[in-house]
């Protein structure tokens, strides 16, 4: 089994944006403000825009609404102090590498929809 993710967006320019330049994802295919697949690894994560959802989609939200409400995005990186430096270096708002009390460092940011994201390292050390 593999996961993949869908998020839906207010602006895909943005989540396209900060998902390459902070996190290291990479556009696979064809990229366009309805739907675009970016891969880093095995993750996916594909990027949709909210205004290609119907307006009695189940993940349809109106502008403003809180997104990703008890969701936590968890990337599992071979290396966590690589990653906090490009993100650090990106100029985006990031926590403190931090270890955490289960042995795995990692640090948190938020998305530009508001997804709350966790980038750890795979192994204690």
């Known amino acids: ?9 207010e602006t895909p320019e943005k989540s396209l944006d900060f998902y390459q330049r902070v996190l290291g994802f990479e556009v696979q295919g064809a990229a366009s ?10 993750t996916v994560i594909a990027i949709n825009s909210r205004s290609v959802l119907s307006t009695d989609h ?4 109106e502008t403003g609404e809180r997104v990703g ?7 599992k990186v071979p290396d966590v102090e690589d990653a906090y430096r490009a ?3 990106s100029g ?6 931090a270890r955490q009390p289960w042995g795995l460092r990692d640090f948190r940011l938020i998305d530009p929809d ?12």
């Open 69 to 75: 409400l008890g969701v936590e995005i968890v990337l």
């Open 114 to 125: 508001g997804y709350y994201v966790r980038v750890t390292s795979r192994h204690t050390s």
């Open 87 to 89: 993100a650090k270096e």
């Open 1 to 9: 089994m593999q996961l993949s993710l869908e998020l839906f967006v």
């Open 33 to 42: 403000a309805a739907y675009t697949m970016l891969k880093n690894g095995d």
């Open 58 to 61: 189940p993940l349809r939200i």
């Open 92 to 97: 985006w708002p990031v926590s403190d590498l």
